[in-house]
């Protein structure tokens, strides 16, 4: 299974970006998939997370600025960044629950997409 994330870049405050994560492989169905961040020198957190019927939960400091959504017959997960600040600088992690059939799952995790936000 592969986890491909993509979207990071430099970004200005207040600016906006969307990140994409695309799982392929030997891929019974996906069910929750989330995105973390992991700034320097701070553990990783979970940003959001969506699950396969589309409910969806936020770190308290994202609500009302991030929005995750998901495309199910594409294996692939959002996240669309508003009102960025610059703590929000961080490299973004995407991962997924992947099952392979009905006894057998994990999780898989991305490589990670630097977000930096500054002017």
């Known amino acids: 299974v592969q986890v491909v994330e993509s979207g990071g870049g430099l970004v200005q405050p207040g600016g906006s970006l969307r990140l994409s994560c695309a799982v392929s492989g030997d891929i019974f169905r996906v069910a929750n998939m989330a995105w973390h961040r992991q700034a320097p020198g701070k553990e990783r957190e979970l940003v959001a997370i969506?699950?396969?019927?589309?409910?969806?939960k936020y770190e308290d400091s994202v609500k009302g600025r991030f929005t995750i959504s998901r495309d199910n017959a594409k294996n692939t997960v959002y996240l669309e960044m508003y009102s960025l600040k610059p703590e929000d600088t961080a490299v973004y992690y995407c991962?997924?629950?992947?099952?392979?059939?009905?006894?057998?799952?994990?999780?898989?995790w991305g490589q990670g997409t630097q977000v930096t936000v500054s002017s």
């Open positions: 969506v699950t396969s019927g589309g409910t969806a």
């Open positions: 991962n997924a629950d992947v099952w392979h059939s009905f006894y057998t799952e994990r999780v898989y």
